[in-house]
C-alpha cells in the first residue's frame, strides 16, 4: 500500500467548506449573491444595457415596459431601466460610506470612553445628547444651510448612528478590560493604545462587521427616505427616492415608475439585513455551532 496521500484540488477544498455552510444557512448565501449583484449593477452600470440616466424624451414618456425600455419610461421619457441600476450606485454610496465613518469613529471614542474610567461618564452623555437627534430632522437643517447634496445626506445620516456604535464597543470594552490578559499586560507596562490595538480590539470586530451590515441598510433606506422628502440628494441625481418622489403624482396610471425602484430597495435592504443576521449568528461566539 502505497504511503502517498493524494492532495484535493483547490476548488473542491473550497467546495468542500462552503457546501455545509450553503445548506445550514440558505437565505444567508442568498443575500450574500444579491448584494453582490446590486454591488456589480453599481459599478457596471454603463455596460448594462444602459443609456443617459437624465436624458429626456418626451415624445417617450410614460411608455410600458419593452424590448426596448425594460421597465418602461417615466414622466420625462427617461428609461426606468437606466435609472434603477444608476440608482444603486447613489444608495451603496451613502450605505458603505455612512457605515465606514460611523464604525471608525464610533470604534475610537468606544475604546477609549469604555478603558478610561474618567472619560466614561462625559462620552456618553453627549452622546446620549446625539442620539436625542432625529436623523430627518437634521438633514432638513443641514439642508437648509448648505443645499441639498450627497456630503449633506452622509453628514445627516452619520451622525445619529455614531453614538450606537460607541455603545456597542463600550460594552464590549468593558468586558475584555478585567480580563486576565489585559491586567498582565498593564502589569507588564504595557503602553495604553498598544493594550487597546492588541488586547482589545481584536474582540470588538465580529461585533462591528455585524454592526456595519445594519448601519448600512438603515443608511440607504434612511437615504431614500430624504430624498423622497425632497431633502436628500439633488433632484437630478437618479437615486431611488428622487424616483419614488417624482412618480408618485402618476402612480394612479403608471405605477411602475414607483414600484421598480421600490423594489429594488426593499431587495437591497432586506438582502443586507439577512446577510448581517448571517454574520451575527457566526462571529457571536454564544451564537456560532460547528456545522
Request: hydrophobic share 55%; net charge positive.
Amino acid at each position: 500500500m502505497s504511503g502517498t496521500v493524494k492532495a484535493l484540488p483547490v476548488g473542491a477544498t473550497l467546495f468542500g467548506q462552503w457546501r455545509p455552510l450553503a445548506a445550514r444557512y440558505p437565505l444567508v448565501l442568498a443575500s450574500a449573491v444579491i448584494v453582490l449583484l446590486f454591488v456589480l449593477a453599481a459599478l457596471c452600470a454603463p455596460l448594462l444595457w444602459t443609456t443617459d440616466p437624465l436624458a429626456l424624451n418626451p415624445l417617450n414618456r410614460l411608455k410600458p415596459p419593452s424590448a426596448a425600455n425594460w421597465f418602461g419610461t417615466d414622466q420625462f421619457g427617461r428609461d426606468l431601466w437606466t435609472r434603477t441600476v444608476f440608482g444603486a450606485r447613489v444608495s451603496l454610496i451613502v450605505g458603505v460610506t455612512v457605515a465606514i465613518l460611523s464604525i471608525s469613529i464610533g470604534l475610537v471614542i468606544g475604546l477609549t470612553a469604555g478603558y478610561i474610567r474618567l472619560l466614561d461618564g462625559i462620552v456618553m452623555r453627549v452622546m446620549d445628547g446625539l442620539m436625542a437627534i432625529p436623523g430627518v430632522l437634521l438633514a432638513i437643517a443641514l439642508v437648509s444651510l448648505s443645499g441639498a447634496s450627497r456630503f449633506t445626506v452622509i453628514v445627516a445620516i452619520t451622525v445619529p448612528e455614531i453614538p450606537r456604535v460607541v455603545r456597542l464597543v463600550r460594552a464590549v470594552v468593558l468586558t475584555v478590560r478585567e480580563e486576565p490578559y489585559v491586567e498582565a499586560a498593564v502589569a507588564a507596562g504595557t503602553r495604553l493604545p498598544l493594550i487597546l490595538i492588541r488586547h482589545v480590539l481584536p474582540n470588538c470586530v465580529p461585533a462591528l462587521i455585524v454592526q456595519a451590515t445594519y448601519v448600512c441598510a438603515s443608511a440607504m433606506l434612511t437615504e431614500a427616505i430624504l430624498s423622497f422628502l425632497g431633502a436628500g440628494t439633488p433632484p437630478e441625481i437618479p437615486s431611488w427616492g428622487n424616483m419614488m418622489a417624482e412618480g408618485r403624482a402618476f402612480f394612479p396610471i403608471a405605477p411602475r415608475i414607483i414600484l421598480f425602484p421600490g423594489a429594488a430597495l426593499a431587495l437591497m435592504i432586506l438582502a443586507v439585513n439577512v446577510l448581517g443576521d448571517g454574520l451575527r449568528d457566526r462571529l457571536d461566539p454564544k451564537l456560532a455551532r460547528r456545522v
